[in-house]
């Protein structure tokens, strides 16, 4: 059965008609003191997949109480799909006396599951602190599918040197276009982002920049902001992960974005296309 957290309901229930396995419908309670419940009283043995997007501590306690409550109920197997992991980006002690916390969600996930499967993280290393076998899900393909199909002289850009593989991928899929990066800093004291645009010309062109995520939108409307400037033609802003949080969304419309285009990793209202078919391939 494909078991979902209450983060990835409608790509549990996409997945399920993908692999033609059946749902389960788990309840999500709480008790007064706050504490999560999760369980899932239909459960009837066999094999397990546990979908649970880890967007915030409550939805990582699920996905922990999801996968003990199947192995109580007799799971023969538990597979766990994490389609946003969540303290990815957390994957080193970036100053004396922190953690990695990266490596600790990883080790508690792996403590109730067979296996992992992981959408697009942050860095592929973050697989390796799993103590459970992993497969990595490369989901930026599919970001492809919900473009318009006759941009001009298409450009898929990386906002930083890390995302131009990314951009790669998108271009790939789309089967036109070229591929640049921009230069990126972040003031991690303020979280203030500066790009710096390359070279390259997009005055009339399309351009689709692609980036993991757009958490607080500052990376992806500095990019779109610095297009703008540029004359470039309608600028997409493309991510697997629409995290999407405070006011991204206002920050990218008033920077002139076209559209937002993001995966159902997290569900959003931009999410445009579903990571249900790649992972029902590795499942
Ligand atoms: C950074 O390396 C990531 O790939 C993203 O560019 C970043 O996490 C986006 O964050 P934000 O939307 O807050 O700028």
């Known amino acids: 059965m494909i078991v979902p957290g209450s983060a990835s309901q409608a790509l549990s229930a996409a997945l399920a008609d993908e692999t033609g396995h059946r749902l389960a419908v788990p309840e999500?309670?709480?008790?007064?003191?706050?504490?999560?419940?999760?369980?899932?009283?239909?459960?009837?043995?066999?094999?397990?997949?546990?979908?649970?997007?880890?967007?915030?501590?409550?939805?990582?306690?699920?996905?922990?109480?999801?996968?003990?409550?199947?192995?109580?109920?007799?799971?023969?197997?538990?597979?766990?799909?994490?389609p946003y992991m969540g303290y990815a980006r957390q994957d080193r002690a970036f100053e004396p006396g922190e953690p990695v916390s990266a490596r600790a969600v990883a080790r508690a996930v792996s403590t109730g599951t067979d296996r992992v499967v992981l959408v697009t993280p942050h860095e592929p290393d973050v697989a390796e602190f799993f103590d459970a076998p992993v497969e990595v899900v490369?989901?930026?393909?599919?970001?492809?599918?919900?473009?318009?199909?006759?941009?001009?002289?298409?450009?898929?850009?990386?906002p930083d040197a890390s995302a131009e593989g990314l951009a790669g991928a998108v271009r790939d899929a789309y089967g036109d276009g070229e591929t640049d990066f921009f230069e990126k800093e972040r003031d991690y004291d303020t979280g203030d982002v500066t790009v710096t645009p390359s070279d390259a010309s997009v005055?009339?062109?399309?351009?689709?920049?692609?980036?993991?995520?757009?958490?607080?939108?500052?990376?992806?409307?500095?990019?779109?902001?610095?297009?703008?400037?540029?004359?470039?033609?309608d600028v997409y802003a493309a991510c697997v992960h629409g995290m999407l949080a405070r006011n991204a969304r206002t920050?990218?419309?008033a920077a002139g974005v076209e559209r937002v285009v993001a995966t159902d990793t997290l569900e959003r209202a931009e999410s445009a296309v579903s990571v249900a078919p790649p992972v029902a391939d590795v499942l």
């Open 28 to 82: 999500f309670d709480r008790f007064p003191d706050g504490e999560t419940c999760a369980s899932v009283p239909g459960f009837d043995g066999g094999e397990a997949v546990v979908v649970a997007a880890t967007e915030g501590n409550d939805a990582l306690v699920e996905l922990l109480q999801l996968q003990d409550a199947v192995r109580e109920a007799g799971a023969s197997a538990v597979t766990t799909v994490l």
């Open 203 to 233: 005055a009339g062109r399309d351009v689709v920049i692609v980036d993991d995520i757009v958490a607080t939108g500052s990376t992806m409307s500095e990019a779109v902001a610095a297009l703008r400037e540029r004359d470039a033609g």
């Open 251 to 253: 920050k990218l419309a």
């Open 138 to 158: 490369e989901a930026a393909p599919a970001l492809a599918e919900p473009l318009p199909a006759d941009l001009t002289e298409p450009l898929f850009l990386g």
